[in-house]
């Protein structure tokens, strides 16, 4: 439930984030991406570049055609800096606002989405996309649409998350019941069901503290 944006619910298949087989065509056709004109940035120096996503999977900047994110991402970047060698255009290319998720983030997206349906579970894959630039867009301006728990602390301590508090609501309808009561359990495993702690205390492990 604590799944970073764009990051592959490991637990369902074996795919590791960033390794996610796609390409533009594919995050277009299953409705992560939406083609449109002024849908897709490159940020770089201070510079803001602007391109149109087809419905093809290409990307038309400045009269000219690119077929992939790198290409069109080193040739604006060498707009200012012509020496530039090479670029990774799935990590600088953003979808939706300059300052939205980066395309591999979507690719990442993909993935989980698809290992959801694999285990037979349906995902609306326009409202994950909308939902994956606003919070990345929230988060650069300081924000947050979706409220988190307030604290963590050391195994053993507690922390109180009422239903409301708990951004994966949000993600999943349906599971907001239940006034905060205690509970008392057994340590959270990959085949427990989440949905029976909303509202109630929970130990949060910090690998860092």
Not at 5 to 31: F, I, M, Q, Y
Request: proline share 6%.
């Amino acid at each position: 439930k604590n799944r970073a944006v764009g990051e592959p619910l490991l637990e369902l298949g074996s795919r590791k984030p960033g390794k996610v087989s796609a390409n533009l065509l594919d995050l277009l056709e299953c409705g992560l991406l939406q083609p449109g004109t002024a849908n897709v940035f490159v940020v770089y120096q201070d510079n803001t570049w602007i391109g149109d996503l087809s419905a093809d999977g290409h990307i038309a900047f400045q009269g000219q055609t690119f077929t992939s994110p790198s290409a069109w991402a080193i040739f604006a970047k060498r707009i200012t800096n012509p020496t530039k060698k090479a670029d990774d255009g799935w990590k600088s290319v953003r979808y939706g606002a300059p300052e939205g998720p980066s395309l591999d983030m979507m690719k990442g997206e993909f993935g989980r989405i698809e290992q959801l349906k694999a285990a037979g579970i349906e995902v609306d894959t326009q409202d994950a996309a909308s939902r994956i630039v606003a919070e990345c867009v929230a988060g650069a301006q300081g924000g947050s649409p979706s409220p988190r728990p307030t604290r963590k602390r050391k195994a053993g301590d507690a922390v109180t998350a009422s239903a409301d508090e708990m951004s994966w609501i949000e993600r999943y309808p349906g599971c907001e019941h239940g006034a905060p009561k205690s509970y008392a359990g057994t340590p959270a495993n990959e085949n427990m069901d989440f949905t029976t702690l909303i509202g109630r205390d929970v130990c949060v492990f910090d690998e860092d503290v």
